[in-house]
């Protein structure tokens, strides 16, 4: 029943930055995982960043360039995106996992994120 909504995609050239904000409808738990994940035409959706805590995990893709971060006092997470790549063209996608049984997941509808040349 955790609903998320996702904000900040668009366009943007290659080597600029976008920032994505996922908000929950309700406060994330120190044992919840948040991450976001990415999915381009005809492609598997693939993990981008997970965040447990303040505990981060990254693709190597993307480490380095993407910081994924939470901001429990508005129950967000943000993906923080520099140095973007035309390869980083992709519908991203905010999930939600409880730390604690029973498990639940949530999704966010997804933001397209699109960079150009």
């Known amino acids: 029943q955790v609903q998320l909504v996702e904000s900040g995609g668009g366009l943007v050239q290659a080597g600029g930055s976008l920032r994505l904000s996922c908000v929950a409808s309700?406060?994330?738990?120190?044992?919840?995982?948040m991450g976001w994940y990415r999915q381009a035409p005809g492609k598997q959706r693939e993990l981008v960043a997970t965040?447990?805590?303040?505990?981060?995990n990254y693709a190597d893709s993307v480490k380095g360039r993407f910081t994924i971060s939470t901001d429990i006092t508005k129950n967000e997470v943000n993906l923080q995106m520099n140095s973007l790549k035309l390869e980083d063209t992709a519908v991203y996608y905010c999930?939600?996992?409880?730390?604690?049984?029973?498990?639940?997941?949530?999704w966010g509808q997804g933001t397209q994120v699109t960079v150009s040349s």
């Open positions: 999930k939600y996992r409880s730390g604690w049984p029973p498990v639940t997941d949530a």
């Open positions: 309700r406060r994330i738990l120190s044992g919840d995982v």
């Open positions: 965040i447990r805590g303040r505990n981060t």
